[in-house]
C-alpha cells in the first residue's frame, strides 16, 4: 500500500484556487500509485481565515458534489476545510474521501486560543473522535492541536486504529542553524511517541508558505509502528512523500508491545466519572 502526505501553500480564503492545486496533487498521487493522500489542516481555505470564516466556508454537502468524489474512485484521500454545520455553525474540519464519496468528517475538538492562535473565537469545537475504514484498515484523521491531547489519540487507540492521519497547520517557531524549526522537532517527536505506543502508522501533513505573518513549518513525514521515521519532507518547499507501508507491521508491533490488549478503559472511565463528580 502507498500513502502520498501533501505539503503545499495554500491561498487564503480563495477556495477554488486551493480547490485547483488540492485535485493537481490527487492527480499526481493517482499517476504514482498511491492508494491513499492526505493534506494538510485547512489546505481548501487557508488558515488563519478569522473575519471571512463564514464567508469561505463550505458544507459537507457541497464538498460532496465537487470533483474530489469522482476522484475518490480511484484513490481516498482527506482534505481540510472551514466546514458550516446546519446549525450554521463553523467548524475546522477534515473530510475523508473514498469509494467514491465523502465517508467520514472529522471536527477539530482542542481549539487554540492563546499566542499567536486565535481559533475559538471563529469555529466550533467538535465533540466525537471515531474511526473510519480507508482501503480496509481502521483509521482516525486529528486537526493540529487535537494531538497535543493525549485524550484524543487515546480514543483512537481504544477503538483499534492502525493508521493516524494528522492534519496541521503548524506556524515555524524558534528557527534553528539546522535548516528547521523548533516545532517542527517536536512534531517528530510526537509522531514517533504516538506511532510506537499505539503500534500505528503516523502520517503528518503541515504546510508551507507564508499567510498574514505566518511561516509554516512544513516537515511532513510518516512513523512506522515501530516509532521510527520512514520519510520526511522539506522545511519551506511544496512536495508530496510518497512511501509504501507494511501493514504486516502493526501487527508485529503490537505483538511485541500489547498495550492494546492490557488496556482498561472500564478503569479510566470509573476514574474519570470519580474525578468529575468530586469536582
Not at 469555529?123 to 481502521?138: C, H, L, R, W
Request: hydrophobic residues 40%; aromatic residues 14%; negative net charge.
Amino acid at each position: 500500500m502507498k500513502v502520498a502526505v501533501v505539503q503545499h501553500k495554500s491561498v487564503l480564503g480563495d477556495f477554488e484556487a486551493n480547490l485547483e492545486r488540492t485535485v493537481e496533487f490527487i492527480k499526481k498521487a493517482i499517476e504514482q500509485g498511491a492508494d491513499i493522500c492526505l493534506f494538510p489542516e485547512l489546505n481548501l481555505t487557508g488558515y488563519n481565515v478569522q473575519d471571512i470564516t463564514s464567508e469561505i466556508a463550505v458544507t459537507a454537502e457541497r464538498l460532496a458534489e465537487s470533483p474530489l468524489s469522482a476522484l475518490s474512485e480511484k484513490i481516498s484521500f482527506i482534505v481540510g476545510a472551514i466546514e458550516e454545520s446546519e446549525e450554521h455553525i463553523f467548524y475546522n474540519s477534515a473530510f475523508c474521501f473514498s469509494k467514491g464519496k465523502l465517508i467520514h468528517v472529522h471536527r477539530k475538538i482542542f481549539l487554540p486560543t492563546y499566542g499567536m492562535f486565535d481559533e475559538g473565537r471563529f469555529t466550533g469545537a467538535g465533540k466525537e473522535v471515531k474511526t473510519f475504514y480507508f482501503n480496509g484498515i481502521k483509521s482516525v484523521a486529528l486537526i493540529c492541536e487535537d494531538l497535543w491531547h493525549f485524550s484524543t489519540v487515546y480514543l483512537a487507540f481504544i477503538q483499534g486504529s492502525k493508521f493516524i492521519f494528522a492534519l496541521s497547520s503548524s506556524p515555524g517557531r524558534g528557527y534553528r542553524e539546522s535548516g528547521e524549526f523548533e516545532n517542527a522537532e517536536i512534531w517528530r517527536n510526537v509522531g514517533e511517541f504516538y506511532s510506537r505506543m499505539t503500534g500505528s502508522y503516523f502520517f503528518y501533513a503541515n504546510r508551507v508558505g507564508v499567510e498574514d505573518g505566518f511561516v509554516f513549518s512544513g516537515k511532513s513525514f510518516v512513523c512506522d509502528p515501530f516509532g521510527n521515521v520512514i520519510a520526511e519532507a522539506s522545511s519551506f518547499k511544496e512536495e508530496m512523500l510518497l512511501v509504501t507501508v507494511n501493514p504486516a507491521l502493526i501487527r508485529a508491533a503490537r505483538v511485541s508491545l500489547p498495550l492494546l490488549r492490557d488496556e482498561k478503559p472500564e478503569i479510566i472511565f470509573s476514574n474519570l466519572r470519580r474525578i468529575l463528580d468530586e469536582k
